[in-house]
């Protein structure tokens, strides 16, 4: 009601992942038929509004960046993340069918109330929606200390991770998903993959970089070394006085990492008068 205010919105620029999974070299996450119905089962709009009531959500797939991340266009017409459910749900039935758990499967995914909206809501939400397909998940809830221990010495078969990466896409993708990254949980080995990862390290324009770095993002969707991802372009509103003028959120900066979505560019913000 101030009309010296005057609410803009922009959309958040992170890199970090977000998904369902754990060890694809431990039973039952060796066998890809599993990770698919996992991937399908999830609806990623329904999970956006129980861990963040009210934000506005637009689904992005692996990186939700406006630059970085697959455009959301294109992303909702995959399916698992498509919003309607009923063709991923059937097709998540035949392929635990065929990987002969249509008698049920029990998950045991290792969580922690420690930022619960990261952690523990998602993973009450997720339990919900995969007993729909018979896969009942146990929900294991740790102290955080208990839980970056479990995670690192990768004795978890599911986790919900929300993995921050900041400034640069490389820091995640290869963070994640090369043999020697840091947080490399997934036994994840795609020759086709890393070819990618390669190529867009070694690229120095942006534009041709980006396409590069999408096409990994597909590969790592096609391939699930997590199960799930999920992934959203956030979009924060922010009261700006009237004659404050210059502040930029969510743009793009040369090198697209951040793009001033966290930090303002002082030099650049002038006041009227």
Not at 233 to 256: D, P
């Amino acid at each position: 009601s101030d009309s010296n205010i005057k609410v803009d919105s922009f959309s958040v620029p992170k890199v970090w992942i977000e998904g369902l999974g754990g060890p694809t070299d431990k039973a039952p996450l060796t066998d890809p038929r599993i990770r698919e119905a996992i991937h399908l089962t999830i609806n990623r709009q329904a999970l956006g509004q129980v861990v963040f009531p009210g934000q506005t959500l637009d689904v992005s797939g692996v990186l939700g960046h406006r630059f970085w991340g697959l455009p959301n266009d294109e992303v909702v017409k995959m399916p698992g993340f498509r919003p309607s459910k009923t063709e991923d749900i059937a097709k998540a039935k035949t392929l635990l069918a065929q990987a002969g758990q249509d008698k049920g499967l029990k998950l045991t995914v290792t969580t922690t109330a420690l930022a619960p909206q990261y952690h523990l809501d998602r993973a009450q939400a997720m339990k919900a929606q995969l007993a729909e397909v018979g896969i009942e998940l146990v929900i294991d809830v740790q102290d955080y200390a208990a839980y970056k221990a479990i995670e690192a010495k990768k004795e978890f078969q599911l986790s919900t991770g929300a993995w921050a990466y900041f400034a640069d896409p490389d820091a995640s993708l290869s963070g994640m998903f090369s043999p020697t990254g840091a947080r490399s949980y997934f036994a994840y080995q795609s020759p086709a993959f890393q070819d990618l990862l390669k190529k867009q390290q070694a690229e120095y324009k942006r534009d041709a970089r980006q396409k590069i770095v999408h096409e990994a993002q597909r590969q790592l969707i096609k391939d699930l070394p997590v199960a799930a991802f999920y992934g959203w372009h956030e979009v924060e509103a922010l009261g700006i006085r009237k004659g404050l003028n210059g502040l930029k959120f969510g743009a793009r900066s040369q090198s697209a990492s951040f793009g001033g979505g966290y930090v303002i560019q002082a030099a650049r913000v002038w006041l009227d008068g």
